[in-house]
């Protein structure tokens, strides 16, 4: 194979070149000023000279927390409601990293249903994954009870676990850890690797 000589190119040559490249007029162009215009690069505290540039720190990133409503039911009979279930979820996503939190009331449903409750989350989990930040706030015995939800891969649903006196994981029902009021509530939250 013969290499041809590349040819030398000036400092003004380049210099001249690169003044007239595509800045900042597109997503796809070969060069983005810094700011924060659609088509420019993130704002940043460094120059380009190899070493000295600033580490992005996760906290600098902007993040938007998302609203969602949830499904929810039971793997038996479903519960109902005297209106809209009052069940509200809320997200935070960085590239495919999900933090979500779920809250859901009791004060209109009119029947608990029977068998385990699940949610679903905003997207499908890449892997299967357990959450151990839930409380299930029992409001007439002034108690809380630990709750946790496990998800598998490929899946958006998130069936709700509570904790035995033994320490081991029991599906969480109408009467499991404690029989359900209307006053009751619970919230959890986790963060896993959605599928996108």
Known sequence: M?????????YDEVKRLHRDSDVDENPLAQHHTLGILPNQASPGDHIHD???????EMGDLATVEIDYTPEGGTDGTQPTFSGVPLI???????????????????????????????????????????????????ISGSDQYAMS???????????????????????????????????????????????L
């Open 149 to 195: 939800g496990h998800c598998d891969a490929g899946s958006d649903v998130l069936q709700l676990y509570s904790v035995a006196s033994n320490g081991r994981d029991v599906p969480f029902t109408y009467n499991v850890p404690v029989t359900l009021a209307t006053a009751d509530n619970f919230h959890v939250a986790g963060t896993y690797h959605a599928q």
């Open 2 to 10: 013969d290499f041809k000589p590349v040819a030398q190119t000036s």
């Open 88 to 138: 509200e979820g809320h997200y935070i996503k960085m590239g495919k990293l999900i933090h979500f939190t779920i809250e859901v009331d009791f004060d209109n449903i009119t029947s608990f249903g029977s068998g385990q409750y699940y949610l679903k989350l905003p997207y499908p989990s890449e892997h299967a994954f357990l959450v151990r930040d839930g409380c299930l706030h029992d």
């Open 50 to 56: 190899g070493k000295s540039s600033k580490k992005i």
